[in-house]
């Protein structure tokens, strides 16, 4: 009985404790890192949000670069995948199906060139990043499409290639949403 | 697999390892009952928490010890269950999320104070901010704390000094342990773009001119304890794998040294406590080397990806990418889902039902031998009921009575032994027959992988891991029901009769050592002790994981 309310008494106590801990992480995240803590959220020059620089969104226009397959649709009010194992025959199909969009979209590129991330499903569906090589691949299309030389876009998917922290960590990635935006504002030009 | 990425993964597990010793000894420290520098800096915040809550500072048997545990976190789960049960009309409810169904409510609050964190909801939509914040986040911190108590005890007994009291050491690991850490660690994890608010989900318009709805929250200060206290309940239905709850390459190391620290440390605080440095390294060292090999296969794995996918003629270098994300990688997934179940945290950064049948193999096989590490507190325990296994065998080969740490192992350790060997396979062999045989419906991947999903979702559970293969249709009552009991029985069995095994041998006198003793510091008993983990754990499961990944392997080889 004695143990029920010490427990009980204590339990108490320590989930205020606990809330205080938050409030508190919530009180010098807001006021030193207000952008991060929101969600790194992205404005467009009317001020109108458009997304976050961490979450993937859909591109479905050939002029844009694509990001990963998603099968929430880069929902982000969730997150998920369809958990395919390797030898589910759904998931070979669904690649089969991919690789055959990718042949009659970039007619320029050989399949050998497409990369595995491209048509492959993240584990969140929110992937926000690309490898460079995926970013490379779509140039050809792109360059068609909008007539922006293929150097300049080289030069584009170059300088937003993110490298590994410290060099270290991580993989290199091309952020899908930062690269449309420099991309849609050469289009602007 | 680059270079680069070799170099990542060793020098992470260098960190870890190097935090190791001295992380231990502090916690030896905090666990030390004489006065010491320590109490000037927390007493502030214990004190009140033992006057407020009437804690005592009372010398318990091992009985009392044991009952203040078990019946302590049954409250607890009660608590946590209301909150749950009417979290739809109770305040910090922004999303308005409907309260939870029983049979949900049930298994979540089992499932967060047993350090399982299995997850039949989805984080977004299942759980309003105050059960994140007051429900949830409770339970991450206590349970922890309840079991780094019951290993400290354990430790304490076979040392042949007083067991202490349960809620001084739960509250001290707390105060002292998980709380400063954690404080520190989310305020670096928001500098890495964690989101810390309180504010509902953000509503975009995207560039194409659709709306995307993103859910955030108080992230951070739940992704620091979530690693550190090997919880690993995601804020997030997807866990580590969302972009929101590791941003970056830097954010996922964080989290491994995070995951590892406790469960690499414990050896070296009990080398300190029983006062035998070596035999805590030698135990240190047989881990370290089962958890490298392990590692070595998944990487292996991962990174020669699916041969039906990169039979298409693909671009395959980057391995296995299905269920990974790009910032991370094949081979920081792979070190990721080693870690994360040899320390049975269950945080994934990439979905486990998607790795590879061999990658998915080691992710199960950690949870089944439950040594490599293991969680904080309960693996430790298991360790230690394996190395009393390995003096036993020892013993029986050469025909003495075996003795640890000047303490003979006699009939009545050994039965409390055999019982608790004997109780995770039943609790993960007999409800995967009883799931496969009454509800393939909720099976999402046909054939060999099948009975895959449904035998690691128990195997989860029995360790007290809480990842899954998330493709099972696992929100249902049957589901609910049977991986609670399992979760249950999982935690709190083996600890009480570890506890009554210790219990039983600090009754005993000291046997003097001589040139006779089995020496229990050096090489040739880590070798015994792989030995027996190897002999005892991985025979007993070998048949059901031949049926089930080995089988799945050898229908995908080219």
Redesign the interface.
Known sequence: M??????????I???I???V??L???G???VF?PH??????VYDGNN?????E????????PR?FHG?VSSIE???????????????PD??ER??AS?AEWKAANPDVP???????L?????????????P?SARAQIPRISGLTGIPKETLEKLVTEHTDG????????E?VNV?KL??AL?ELLAK | MTMISLAAIAVTLLIALLLARPAGLYIAQVFNYERTGLDRWFGWLEKPIYALGGIRKEDQSWKQYAMALLLSNSVMILLVYLIFRFQGMLPLNPGGIASMEPTLAFNTAISFMTNTNLQHYSGESGLSYLSQMVGIIFMMFTAPASALAGAIAFIRALSGKPLGNFFVDMIRCITRILLPVSFVLAVVFVAMGVPQTLEPAAVARTMEGAVQEIARGPVASFLSIKEFGNNGGGFFGVNSAHPFENPSGFSNFLQIVLMLLLPASLPFTYGKMVGNKKQGRVLFVSMLMMFVVLLGVSLTSENTGNPVINALGIQHAQGSMEGKEVRFGAAESALYSVVTTATETGSVNTMHDSLTPIGGLVAMGNMMLNTVFGGVGAGFINVLMYAMIAVFLSGLMVGRTPEFLGKKIEGKEMKLIAVTLIISPLLILLPTALALYAHPDTISNQGFHGLSQALYEFTSSAANNGSGFEGLGDATPFWNISTGIVMFIGRYFPVITMLAAAGSLAAKKSVPETAGTFRTDNILFGAVFIGAVLIVGALTFFPAVALGPIAEYLTLKP
Request: no cysteine.
């Open positions: 004695k143990t029920i309310t010490v427990t009980i008494r204590t339990s106590f320590l989930m404790i606990f809330l801990y938050q508190a992480v919530t010098i995240a807001q890192m991060k803590a929101n969600g790194s959220l109108q949000l458009i997304g976050s961490l979450i993937g969104q859909t591109f479905v226009s844009y990963r880069y929902n982000a009010a969730a997150s998920g995948t369809p958990n395919y194992a390797p030898s589910n998931l070979l690649i089969q690789v399949v050998n060139k497409l990369p595995v991330d048509i492959t499903n993240s584990g969140s569906g929110l992937d926000p990043d690309i490898s090589a590994r922290d410290l060099g270290l960590f991580g993989e990635r949403l449309n935006m849609s």
